[in-house]
């Protein structure tokens, strides 16, 4: 751990994790929090969706859900940041305390809700940002909303024109019943209703599934996608399910779990998805990223892309940087020339 994240971990690591990371928020904005200047290694390099990126390693949604700080996140070293969700109207979510660190299993729970300032205060921020980096949009519904697809074609049609890719998170398990929208018939419909809303102005179109998807769920779910040729799939969100080694008194928290105890099933499902999509479009491996190796073992199984949000909570910004930099070694081991030589090596 870099000598200045270990101070500021020595801070943030006593205020409740919300407090945490509001803190966070607020030293990116003030340009606090030093950049990653070191030019990313040549094997990182990938090509998606016609755009070259210089690494593959993202932030995942759920850090920056108001579009507050996109460019000082891309500033850290990611190849991709992920800003959202989004939703129409602001919300407040649940009550806190509603984030929670379960050290000792290095993961976290959170039952948030979707809190957000909706989509203007985002639009705003977005359209005066410079177009610079690959910044994506992962969008949502309102807990009341009468008509939650109908959300997603509000918030799609109206950030297509400013973000680098789209995702619909049908998974966030905080809002009850947002993800039956997983079904096939649902899933059909809503995906296709914001390809037709955003036809004017296409930009890359993905869908955020759980985890806890079964393999009957993961057969409808790249039906639908191969069907409507969608431009990629993120596995995943956060798990409702508790493996029964975690050691945290917090483990019974209600919420969905993330971080390290994530792992191992995020990557399985991954595996299932890319057995599933047979290269048809490309996948972002999501769950419980923590190394070079983690990373790695996602690319092998499927990923052209990855992302991380928990494992920050632990290890701060230094992570991004030794990621790529561990990445970049287990290539050079393996004799990958780039990462597109590894992706799906395993499958
Ligand atoms: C506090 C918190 C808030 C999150 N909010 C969102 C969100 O708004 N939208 C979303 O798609 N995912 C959200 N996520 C899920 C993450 O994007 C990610 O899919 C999940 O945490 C697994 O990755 P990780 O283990 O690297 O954190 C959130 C996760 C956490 C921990």
Redesign the pocket.
């Known amino acids: 751990m870099a000598v200045w994240y270990h101070a500021a971990d020595l801070v943030l690591s006593r205020l409740d994790?919300?407090d945490a990371?509001g803190l966070s928020i607020r030293a990116l904005k003030s340009g606090l929090v030093p950049r990653d200047r070191r030019p990313d290694p040549p094997s990182l390099a990938v090509q998606v969706w016609g755009r070259p990126l210089s690494n593959p390693i993202g932030l995942?949604?759920?850090?920056d859900?108001n579009a507050d700080v996109p460019d000082a996140l891309l500033g850290l070293g990611f190849g991709l940041v992920?800003i959202?969700?989004v939703t129409p109207t602001p919300q407040d979510g649940n009550p806190r305390p509603r984030?929670f660190r379960l050290p000792e299993d290095r993961?976290?729970i959170?039952r948030?809700g979707?809190p957000?300032q909706g989509l203007d205060a985002a639009l705003s921020r977005l359209k005066r940002r410079p177009r610079r980096g690959v910044v994506g949009v992962?969008v949502?519904a309102n807990k009341d909303s009468p008509d939650r697809a109908a959300d997603y074609v509000t918030c799609a049609a109206a950030l297509a024109p400013y973000a680098d890719y789209l995702?619909c998170?049908v998974?966030?398990p905080n809002t009850p019943g947002l993800r039956n929208l997983q079904g096939r018939t649902q899933l059909g419909g809503l995906l296709k209703r914001v390809q037709d809303a955003i036809a004017a102005e296409p930009v890359p179109l993905l869908v955020?599934i759980a985890p806890d998807a079964t393999d009957d769920d993961l057969d409808d779910i790249v039906a639908v996608c191969r069907d409507l040729r969608m431009d990629g799939i993120?596995i995943?969100?956060?798990t409702l399910s508790r493996p029964a080694n975690l050691q945290s008194p917090r483990r019974s928290e209600a919420g969905?779990l993330?971080?390290?105890p994530?792992?191992a099933l995020?990557t399985e499902v991954l595996r299932k998805t890319a057995q599933r999509v047979e290269r048809q479009f490309p996948l972002i491996g999501?769950?419980?990223?923590?190394s070079g190796a983690d990373a790695y073992a996602r690319i092998r199984a499927g990923a052209t892309l990855v992302?991380?949000?928990?494992?920050?909570?632990y290890e701060g910004p230094p992570l991004v940087r030794r990621i790529k930099d561990e990445l970049a070694a287990l290539l050079v081991r393996d004799r990958f020339a780039s990462v597109a030589d590894a992706v799906g090596a395993d499958l």
Do not use: D, P, R
Request: net charge neutral.
């Open positions: 994790a919300e990371h995942a949604a759920g850090f859900k992920e959202g969700s984030v993961g976290v959170n948030m979707f957000g992962n949502g995702v998170n998974s966030s955020k993120i995943g969100n956060t969905g993330s971080g390290a994530l792992t995020a999501c769950g419980g990223i923590g992302q991380l949000y928990s494992m920050l909570v």
